[in-house]
């Protein structure tokens, strides 16, 4: 039993291809000999013209700049000493300044003195009469207090006048003005040993006694 599958498709293919090549090689060939001569175009090859590439050659190296050369230090110039070994030392010969005069002495003259002040004092002898009397309304009234004067004292020790600084009671002001200008009296100031007139402050008491 012979069977006839895909080796026989396979010759019969290849037979038909071979064919159409033939044939298709045989047209280009006929189209070509019955085409003019104008028709055909000359086909020149041109050559392949390879050029070497050359390596660029570099450029030379410029060579670096010689070192600069230092600058030359300078020398220190030599000076002869001032003085020289073997020489004689002069001794130096010193004059002496002329003392400078002192300044004259001012006299000194004495300041001034200020004049020495003796304030007023009461005078021993009159102490007992300086409390002056109670005055009676005022004990009546039952009323204590006390006067704050200011006396003018002249160069006897009497008292010249009478001012009132303070007081409980204007009564109590002036039995005070009376008994100053009756029976105070003082040993009057002094200035350089000299009396003279002067003013002081007095503050009498009015006390109830039981």
Same mark, same amino acid.
């Given at each position: 039993? @012979?069977?006839?599958?895909?080796?026989?498709?396979?010759?019969?293919?290849?037979? %038909?291809?071979? @064919? #159409?090549?033939?044939?298709?090689?045989?047209?280009? #060939?006929?189209?070509?000999?019955?085409?003019?001569?104008?028709? %055909?175009?000359?086909?020149?090859?041109?050559?392949? %013209?390879?050029?070497?590439?050359?390596?660029?050659?570099?450029?030379?190296?410029?060579?670096?700049?010689?070192?600069?050369?230092?600058?030359?230090?300078?020398?220190?110039?030599?000076?002869?000493?001032?003085?020289?070994?073997?020489?004689?030392?002069?001794?130096?010969?010193?004059?002496?300044?002329?003392?400078?005069?002192?300044?004259?002495?001012?006299?000194?003259?004495?300041?001034?003195?200020?004049?020495?002040?003796?304030?007023?004092? %009461?005078?021993?002898?009159?102490?007992?009469?300086?409390?002056?009397?109670?005055?009676?309304?005022?004990?009546?009234?039952? #009323?204590?207090?006390?006067?704050?004067?200011?006396?003018?004292?002249?160069?006897?020790?009497?008292?010249?006048?009478?001012?009132?600084?303070?007081?409980?009671?204007?009564?109590?002001?002036?039995? @005070?003005?009376?008994?100053?200008?009756?029976?105070?009296?003082?040993?009057?100031?002094?200035?350089?040993?000299?009396?003279?007139?002067?003013?002081? @402050?007095?503050?009498?008491?009015?006390?109830?006694?039981?």
């Amino acid at each position: 039993m @012979t069977h006839g599958g895909f080796l026989d498709q396979g010759k019969t293919t290849n037979k %038909i291809g071979l @064919t #159409l090549v033939i044939a298709g090689h045989a047209a280009v #060939l006929a189209a070509l000999a019955l085409a003019p001569p104008e028709a %055909i175009q000359r086909i020149v090859y041109l050559p392949t %013209i390879v050029e070497s590439i050359r390596e660029a050659t570099p450029p030379p190296v410029e060579p670096p700049p010689p070192p600069a050369a230092e600058p030359e230090q300078a020398q220190p110039t030599r000076v002869d000493p001032i003085v020289r070994a073997g020489d004689p030392v002069r001794p130096i010969e010193l004059t002496p300044l002329p003392p400078r005069p002192l300044p004259p002495v001012l006299p000194q003259i004495p300041a001034a003195s200020e004049p020495a002040m003796l304030p007023a004092t %009461i005078d021993p002898s009159a102490v007992a009469r300086f409390q002056p009397d109670y005055p009676p309304e005022l004990v009546r009234a039952e #009323l204590e207090g006390s006067a704050t004067v200011r006396v003018l004292i002249g160069i006897d020790g009497r008292v010249k006048a009478v001012e009132m600084v303070s007081a409980t009671h204007p009564g109590f002001f002036d039995a @005070t003005k009376r008994q100053a200008l009756r029976y105070w009296k003082f040993r009057p100031a002094t200035k350089d040993g000299i009396a003279t007139e002067s003013w002081r @402050t007095m503050t009498v008491r009015f006390t109830l006694k039981d």
